[in-house]
């Protein structure tokens, strides 16, 4: 049977979660901002001097911009499996890991990473949702490019620290799984022949 060269485009639940916290608290604060101008502009009423009230309109096209940037973002971030290697997706990061750094791949709980009882308040609202699910691990020999680089475009959740590995939550942890176990297990068999090849040509 032959295997797809590219899976199917599965949501990153993590990503799509931290951006579902950002986007609803800068909409609103843009909302109030561009009520706050707005209402100065048509009353003729300046809170603030003339820049103050520019700095105001400025405040709010910012965070209505980032508003819609997080809104769009969440459903926009996703892990594909390839022929060769898996890739992370997000607006600002197109991260492809090679099969050769993968040191092993396995499904566990997601809150036995992440015990409820020993995660402060706040992470434990955002984590909430997911303690119930299934995550896929899948532990590296070193991250392609540096841990703090990909803190700044992943949420920290999705990280490993000792070893170096990517948690990865999507709705049907099992498809994906099978996707990326069947397309490691066919990598593998073209690098056998491969080598049984080059070790040939040697004699």
């Known amino acids: ?3 797809r060269r590219s899976g199917k485009r599965h949501t990153l639940l993590l990503y799509r979660r931290s951006m579902e916290r950002l986007w609803v608290p800068t909409f609103l604060l843009g909302a109030v901002l561009a009520l706050v101008w707005g209402w100065a ?13 520019s700095l105001l309109f400025a405040g709010a096209a910012v965070a209505l911009a980032f508003s819609l940037f997080a809104f769009l973002a969440r459903v926009v971030a996703y892990v594909q499996v390839h022929a060769n ?5 997000t607006p600002f990061l197109n991260l492809k890991v090679s099969f050769r750094r ?5 499904p ?12 402060g308040w706040a992470d434990r609202r955002f984590l909430e949702p997911f303690f119930p699910m299934t995550a896929v691990v899948v532990e590296l020999s070193a991250y392609p490019i540096s841990r703090g680089v990909l803190r ?6 999705m990280l490993l620290t000792k070893p170096a ?5 999507v709705p049907d942890w099992i498809e994906f799984s099978t996707e990326l176990d069947s397309q490691i297990g066919a990598w593998q068999q073209i690098q056998g022949r491969q080598a049984v090849s080059g070790r040939s040509k040697r004699r």
């Open 1 to 3: 049977m032959k295997t």
């Open 165 to 169: 590995g990517l948690v990865i939550l």
């Open 102 to 106: 993968i040191r092993s791949v396995y």
């Open 108 to 119: 566990t709980s997601f809150q036995q990473l992440f015990p409820p009882r020993d995660t």
């Open 152 to 157: 700044l475009f992943l949420p920290r959740q």
């Open 41 to 53: 502009v048509v009353s003729g009423t300046h809170l603030l001097d003339t820049q103050g009230d």
């Open 85 to 89: 290697y898996f890739r992370i997706v």
